[in-house]
C-alpha cells in the first residue's frame, strides 16, 4: 500500500524529516508517537500532499506509483485521507454541499456516476450514525461554531464518507474528553477491514487502548527510532520518550 | 501547486467588439453637443432645458476627490458622448434589428429571440447610446405595466418622467450626476401602475461598445401604490487598452405598499492584468421609498470595471419604509472599488439591512464606505449592518469607512465587521476532500459571499456565482 524510503523533508528551509522509512500493508493499522516537534504532523501533512514541504531525498510510494509530483486532489482521488490535527473552517459553505463536492470529484475521477442530492443524503445520515452526530450538521457550515470535539467526529465521518484505502488521522485525541474519544475512536474500528490502511498519529497512548494498532513506530528528530508491536505503546506511557532518547544516544540497537 | 501567476490569465469573455456602423457626434462637451444630443432624440423642448440647467450647473462644480482610489485626470473633452448603430433601430420587432447586434447579444449570452420566446424575463437592451430592444412589451402593456427606453419614454410618458425624473437624484446631486443630467442618451424607463405585481423579472442589459465613448445612461423605475417589481441589470464591455467612463443614474421610487427589488451584475471590462484599460464605473444609484410600508432593496455583485465609485442608496421618508443593501465586490489585479450605501431614515419605524462583503485579491484595492444617518423624527428605527472582508495574498488591500448618525433616543444601530484571509489552509482542506485548486477557491469564496446571492434572482444566482470563480481564478499563491 504505502512504502517510505529514506525520506528526507524540510519546511521553509528548516529541515524537519530526517530519513523515514516506513512500509503499511493493506489492513494494517501503524500509530506513529513521538514528543512534540518530532515531525509527526509534517509527515502527516507531506504524505496528503500539503504544498508548504519539501521532498529533499528519498521516495513515497502508493500503490506502487511515486507520490511525490501528485498534487493533493489527485491523491484524495487515489484514495488517500487525512484526518486533521485542527479541522478548518470554511463558513457559509454546507457540511453536505462540501462532503457531496469531494465526493462527486473523487467519483469522476474514477469512472463512477456522481451521486445526486437524495442518494448523498441518504448516505450521509447512514455514516453519521458511526460517529453518534446529529442531523444538524448536515446543513451547519463547516466545521464554523463546532466544539473541538465535533470538528474531529466531523473528520470521520468524511472519512466514513469517502472511504479511502489510507487513512491518516492527525492527533485525532487532541482536545478530546474520554467520551468523545470513545466515540471517535469506535467510529474508526468500524471503518477498519482488510483493505484499508490507517496510519494514526499520536502524542499519547491513550487513543491506543482504543484503536488497538498492529504496529507502533516512535518517532524522534525526523526520524523512526524504535518499532514494535501494540506492547511498545504501553512502555512509552509507563518509561516516558526519555528512556528511548537515552537507549537511541547510547547506540542501543532497537 | 498552481501559483497566481500561472492561473491569473483568464481572459474577460465578453471583450469582443462588435463590427457594426456607428453613428457619432464630435468629441468634446459643450452646449451645443447636448443640443446635437437632445436633437438627435427628438426631445421635446422641456427636456432640452433640463440638460442645459444641468450642464451650466455642471460647470461650476468640481470633480470629487474622497474618494479612495486613484486614476488620471479625466479629460472630459477628448470623449464622444453619443453613439449608436447606423441601422435605425425598429422599437416594434426584432426583425429589422441589426443582425449583428443580435449576433452580439447571442454572444454575451442574451439571446433576444429566445429570451422573447422561452423566458420569464423581460429584456431592454441598450447598446451604446440607445436602447435597441425591448422584448415582451405587449404583454406587459396588457397590466398596464410600462417598459421601455427612457427615449420613448420622454415622448410617450412626458407626465410621468417629469414628475419624477430627477425627484431621488436631482441634476445638481454630485459632479457625474450633473454630467449624466447634461448627456444622458438612453436607459431604461418602468412604471408599475397601483396594485400591480410585475409577473415577470424585468431586465436591462447594457453593452459599451464603440471605443473613447462614455455610456450615460439613466434608469426611473416606479413603483405605485401596492405594486411589486424586481429589476436586474447586466453589463459587459469590450477589451480596449484606454478607459472609458461609464457616469449612470438609477432612481428608484415606492409609493405606499410599494416594493422595488433591483438587482445588478456588474461585469463591465476590469482592464487587465497589469492595470491597463478598463471601464471608470462612477455611478449614482438612490432610491425614495416614499409611502408608508415601501420597500427598496439593492443587490449588486461587482467583479468588473477598472474603478467602481458607487454607493446604492435608500431614503426612508414613509413609515414603516425599509431599505435593504447587499453587495459583494471583488477586486482583482489592479482594481479599485470605492462602494457601500446609504440609509437615511427619515419616517418613523423605518428599518435597513447592510450586508456588504468585500473580496480582494492581487493588487486590488477594495473600500467599503457607507452612512447610516437617523433623523430625530424617525422615532423606533433600526439598522443593521454587517461588513466582511475577504483577502487573498498579501498585495491587496481592504478598507471598511462606516459613518453613523443617530439623532434620537429611540433607535438602534448595529455595526459587525470582520476581515479574514483565505488561505493555503482552507484550500488544502478542499484539495484534500478531492476539490481541485479552482473549484476550492469558488467554494469558499462563494460561501463567504453566500448572505449575498441569496437575495439574487435564480438565474442571476449561477451567473454570479461562476463570474465570481472566474474573477479569481488563480488568485491564492
Known amino acids: ?254 | 501547486m498552481q501559483t497566481i501567476e500561472q492561473l491569473v490569465n483568464k481572459e474577460y469573455e465578453y471583450g469582443f467588439v462588435t463590427n457594426i456602423e456607428e453613428e457619432t457626434i464630435p468629441r468634446g462637451l459643450n452646449e451645443d453637443i447636448v443640443k446635437i444630443i437632445s436633437s438627435k432624440k427628438n426631445e421635446p423642448e422641456w427636456m432640452l432645458e433640463w440638460r442645459l440647467k444641468a450642464y451650466r450647473y455642471w460647470l461650476t462644480m468640481e470633480e470629487p476627490t474622497w474618494p479612495n482610489v486613484k486614476y488620471q485626470k479625466i479629460d472630459y473633452n477628448n470623449i464622444f458622448y453619443y453613439s449608436a448603430p447606423k441601422t435605425k433601430p425598429n422599437l416594434e420587432g426584432l426583425d429589422q434589428v441589426d443582425p449583428e447586434l443580435l449576433k452580439t447579444y447571442e454572444k454575451l449570452g442574451i439571446s433576444l429571440t429566445e429570451q422573447k420566446r422561452l423566458t420569464g424575463v423581460a429584456v431592454d437592451v441598450i447598446f451604446d447610446s440607445v436602447s435597441v430592444a425591448t422584448t415582451y412589451k405587449e404583454k406587459l402593456n396588457e397590466l398596464g405595466i410600462i417598459f421601455c427606453s427612457f427615449s420613448e419614454a420622454v415622448k410617450d410618458h412626458p407626465d410621468l418622467v417629469k414628475k419624477y425624473m430627477g425627484s431621488v437624484v436631482p441634476y445638481t446631486d454630485n459632479y457625474f450626476a450633473t454630467l449624466n443630467s447634461a448627456v444622458f442618451s438612453d436607459g431604461s424607463f418602468c412604471y408599475i401602475p397601483p396594485g400591480v405585481k410585475c409577473p415577470m423579472e424585468l431586465s436591462t442589459y447594457f453593452r459599451i461598445n464603440a471605443a473613447e465613448t462614455g455610456q450615460f445612461e439613466r434608469t426611473l423605475i416606479i413603483a405605485d401604490k401596492g405594486a411589486k417589481v424586481s429589476y436586474l441589470e447586466g453589463c459587459t464591455a469590450p477589451i480596449r487598452d484606454t478607459n472609458q467612463l461609464h457616469a449612470a443614474v438609477v432612481e428608484l421610487i415606492a409609493l405606499e405598499d410599494g416594493e422595488v427589488k433591483y438587482s445588478t451584475v456588474q461585469n463591465w471590462y476590469a482592464g487587465d492584468k497589469d492595470g491597463k484599460g478598463g471601464i471608470y464605473n462612477f455611478v449614482t444609484k438612490r432610491g425614495n421609498c416614499a409611502g408608508k410600508n415601501s420597500k427598496i432593496s439593492w443587490t449588486q455583485v461587482e467583479t468588473g470595471s477598472a474603478i467602481t465609485w458607487k454607493y446604492p442608496s435608500v431614503i426612508l421618508n414613509g413609515e414603516n419604509s425599509i431599505g435593504e443593501f447587499y453587495s459583494v465586490a471583488v477586486v482583482n489585479n489592479h482594481q479599485q472599488a470605492d462602494t457601500g450605501t446609504k440609509m437615511i431614515h427619515i419616517g418613523k419605524n423605518t428599518k435597513s439591512t447592510i450586508i456588504s462583503k468585500g473580496i480582494s485579491a492581487g493588487y486590488g484595492d477594495n473600500t467599503y464606505r457607507g452612512l447610516v444617518r437617523i433623523g430625530k423624527n424617525a422615532s423606533n428605527s433600526r439598522n443593521y449592518t454587517q461588513c466582511d472582508s475577504m483577502l487573498m495574498g498579501n498585495k491587496c488591500s481592504a478598507n471598511t469607512f462606516p459613518y453613523i448618525e443617530v439623532k434620537n433616543t429611540t433607535s438602534n444601530v448595529e455595526h459587525e465587521a470582520s476581515t479574514s484571509k483565505i488561505g493555503e489552509d482552507q484550500i488544502f482542506y478542499c484539495k484534500q476532500r478531492g476539490l481541485n485548486t479552482e473549484n476550492a477557491i469558488s467554494m469558499i469564496v462563494n460561501g463567504f459571499a453566500k448572505e449575498v446571492f441569496k437575495n439574487l434572482p435564480m438565474e442571476f444566482a449561477v451567473e454570479a456565482q461562476k463570474l465570481l470563480g472566474i474573477s479569481l481564478e488563480g488568485s491564492v499563491g
Open chain 1, 1 to 254: 500500500m504505502l512504502q517510505i524510503n529514506n525520506l528526507h523533508a524540510s519546511i521553509s528551509g528548516k529541515k524537519i524529516l530526517n530519513g523515514i522509512t516506513l512500509n503499511v500493508n493493506p489492513g494494517e493499522v501503524h500509530a506513529i508517537m513521538g514528543p512534540n516537534g518530532s515531525g509527526k504532523s509534517t509527515l502527516a501533512q507531506l504524505l496528503a500532499g500539503h504544498p508548504a514541504y519539501q521532498i529533499l531525498e528519498g521516495e513515497i510510494k502508493y500503490e506502487g506509483n511515486d507520490l511525490s509530483e501528485l498534487e493533493a486532489e489527485k491523491r484524495a482521488q487515489a484514495g488517500i485521507f487525512l484526518a486533521f490535527q485542527y479541522p478548518i473552517e470554511i463558513p457559509g459553505v454546507s457540511n453536505s454541499y462540501f462532503l457531496k463536492t469531494g465526493l462527486n470529484e473523487i467519483r469522476k475521477s474514477r469512472g463512477q456516476e456522481p451521486l445526486d442530492a437524495f442518494e448523498f443524503l441518504k448516505l450521509i445520515r447512514e455514516k453519521m450514525k458511526l460517529v453518534e452526530m446529529d442531523e444538524s450538521f448536515i446543513n451547519r457550515p463547516v466545521n464554523q461554531g463546532y466544539s473541538g470535539g465535533e470538528k474531529k467526529r466531523n473528520e470521520i465521518l468524511q472519512m466514513a464518507v469517502l472511504e479511502p484505502k489510507l487513512a491518516i488521522l492527525d492527533e485525532t485525541d487532541s482536545g478530546l474528553d474520554i467520551d468523545a474519544l470513545k466515540i471517535v475512536a469506535g467510529g474508526v474500528n468500524k471503518l477498519r477491514n482488510s483493505n484499508r490502511s490507517i496510519i494514526v498519529v499520536t502524542h499519547y497512548q491513550r487513543l491506543l487502548n482504543y484503536i488497538v494498532p498492529d504496529f507502533v513506530h516512535v518517532l524522534m528528530n525526523g526520524k523512526i527510532v524504535k518499532s514494535g508491536g501494540k506492547e511498545l505503546a504501553l512502555e512509552l506511557e509507563e518509561f516516558g520518550y526519555d528512556k528511548i532518547k537515552v537507549e537511541v544516544e547510547n547506540g542501543v540497537s532497537v
